[in-house]
């Protein structure tokens, strides 16, 4: 089945130890979203891509950065995670077409420690 | 930006039972998108409505969206165990972005 697809489930970094989570997708959607889901709260929208065009939020921290190396890939950078980094990373995708607007990944879990 | 508020926060409700989540936005909704969340798990999307008054329905899930485009509910009738998890409303904020409401949690009693 066609998916997107992130790995790993639950990472676990060390205070200030830069960390990578990645995400893949089999839709050959043209559109890759990265949100942050903390405890008990709404998924916030970090940034995303339309193809190649990096579009990041205004109040995305600068700690946190993306790749996009081709179409299927995409990959989130903490440069410096802190304890407050702690959260469930979510990873979809988009053609910007039909009903459902976004595909999900199963997302990361990440603790720092 | 668009705020969407969600109520209850959370709730239990006995196998059988009916139950309603709303979600409330402060603009006008020109999508709006319900997701189901299982604990640390991913998003799976539910039902999309689009035009006031418009109302679709899955299985027992039945999901509206009142005249004024500002106001969703969902409902579900006879709930079973596999209802439990995490119901989130989503709107659009432009042709390719998503902001979503903080999530209901449902739990469902035998």
């Known amino acids: 089945d066609a998916m997107v697809i992130q790995n790993p489930r639950y990472q676990v970094t060390q205070f200030g130890k830069p960390v990578t989570l990645s995400c893949s997708q089999t839709?050959?959607?043209?559109?890759m979203y990265w949100y942050q889901q903390k405890s008990s709260q709404a998924p916030k929208l970090l940034f995303h891509?339309?193809?190649?065009?990096?579009?990041n939020e205004a109040d995305t921290p600068d700690n946190f950065q993306s790749r996009r190396p081709n179409t299927s890939f995409c990959f989130l950078d903490i440069r410096s995670p802190g304890l407050g980094d702690a959260a469930m990373y979510l990873c979809?995708?988009?053609?910007?077409?039909?009903?459902?607007?976004?595909?999900f990944g199963s997302g990361t879990q990440l603790s720092v420690l | 930006s668009q705020e969407l508020e969600q109520s209850p926060q959370s709730l239990i409700v006995q196998e059988g039972k009916n139950l309603t989540i709303n979600c409330t936005s402060s603009?006008?909704?020109?999508?709006l998108y319900w997701y189901k969340q299982k604990y640390g798990e991913g998003l799976i999307f539910l039902m999309m409505?689009?035009?006031?008054?418009e109302e679709k329905s899955h299985e027992k899930i039945t999901a509206k969206l009142d005249e004024k485009k500002q106001q969703s509910s969902l409902h579900i009738t006879a709930s079973q165990p596999s209802h439990a998890g995490i119901y989130l409303c989503?709107?659009?904020?432009?042709?390719?972005?998503?902001?979503f409401g903080a999530g209901t949690t449902v739990t469902v009693r035998a």
């Open positions: 979809a995708t988009s053609s910007g077409q039909g009903e459902e607007k976004l595909f």
């Open positions: 839709l050959n959607h043209n559109v």
């Open positions: 891509y339309y193809d190649k065009d990096f579009n």
């Open positions: 603009k006008t909704l020109y999508g």
């Open positions: 409505l689009q035009k006031g008054g």
């Open positions: 989503g709107a659009d904020r432009d042709d390719y972005k998503l902001s």
